[in-house]
């Protein structure tokens, strides 16, 4: 997703620089390229880019756009925060809310600008991107309902990514969160597409449960909004994307730390933080943290 918005970012005239972690293989390809390949219906367009360490940034940051999983935002603000100035704009591109509230409480709401997507990518080779998708983009900031900056949204590529500003953004990354706890984790645990939690017995069983206790606790939380009929929006967007392997299971797949700390775990915390019982979230979260070791143990004999 960062790279696609970095060709965006880049095709609407702003002048970009890729903001690497550190030394790697994306850097090699960043310094030997200094493109990135943007690929839509078969056609592939190559969009110059300048790459840097994070670490190594001097020049004040004007707008800064957060493409990290959710449990790597902080880190990557700390890379930066030498360079982030009073007047950058932060920009996060993650699922759930929690890295959003936690940024928003350190650098003001003011200048943290939450997005919620319904864009798809995915890469087929480093900083080659395809379009998998079009959708909608929705961006606003926690708890403010005001006008957002017009020099922000000046700079974003509107047309190209469906940019609509949402004065209640908050409300929208909470039942996004939800559907997401309803769906990624279960999406591991039965190694299937969307579609197939709806199809499988067992599954469905589970979602249904899951959905259950989710509405629940958005009902009994002081935080999060009431939720209107959950399993009929998990439904739906399991129907709309029943072709779909979830991002959580894409990780899993290829080894990487998913982001269900960020989902489930962070509900089930909330909701330890208010003496509620979350015991569906807790059991699915256990049943992942075996499904990793097993999968590290496999990947050690191979």
């Given amino acids: 997703m960062g790279c696609l918005w970095a060709a965006r970012l880049a095709q609407h005239g702003a002048r970009i620089t890729l903001l690497l972690r550190g030394e790697g293989d994306l850097r090699r390809h960043a310094e030997a390229s200094g493109q990135i390949t943007l ?9 110059p880019v300048q790459a840097q360490i994070a670490a190594d940034v001097t020049m004040p940051i004007r707008q800064l756009l957060i493409a990290t999983k959710s449990q790597d935002v902080e880190a990557a603000l700390d890379s930066v925060r ?61 708890g403010l309902a005001d006008t957002l ?31 997401n706890c309803a769906v990624n984790a279960l999406t591991v645990i039965y190694d299937c597409r969307n579609g197939e939690l709806l199809t499988h017995p067992q599954a469905h069983g589970e979602l249904l449960a899951l959905c259950a206790e989710i509405e629940a606790l958005y009902a009994a939380l002081p935080e999060t909004p009431t939720l209107d009929n959950l399993v009929s929006q998990v439904d739906a967007v399991l129907t709309a994307t029943a072709q779909n392997f979830s991002s959580t299971l894409q990780d899993f797949r290829r080894g990487k730390v998913s982001e269900l700390s960020q989902l489930n ?26 499904l990793h070791m097993v999968h590290r143990q496999h990947k050690s004999i191979d």
Wanted: charged share 20%; hydrophobic share 45%; with cysteine.
């Fill in 149 to 179: 900056d017009s020099a922000l949204l000046q700079s974003l590529p509107v047309a190209a990514m469906g940019i609509r500003t949402d004065p209640d953004i908050e409300g929208r990354l909470w039942r996004k969160l939800a559907i």
């Fill in 265 to 290: 775990g962070y509900l089930c915390e909330l909701a330890r933080s208010h003496g509620l019982n979350c015991s569906v979230n807790e059991a699915i979260l256990q049943r992942i943290d075996a």
């Fill in 82 to 142: 030498h360079a982030i100035a009073p007047h950058t704009h932060i920009v996060l591109l993650q699922n759930g809310i929690k890295a959003q509230r936690r940024a928003s409480a350190v650098f003001g709401a003011q200048r943290v600008y939450c997005l919620s997507t319904s864009q798809g990518a995915w890469l087929r080779a480093p900083l080659h991107v395809v379009h998998a998708g079009s959708g909608e983009t929705w961006l606003g900031r926690l």
């Fill in 39 to 47: 690929e839509e219906h078969g056609v592939l367009q190559r969009i």
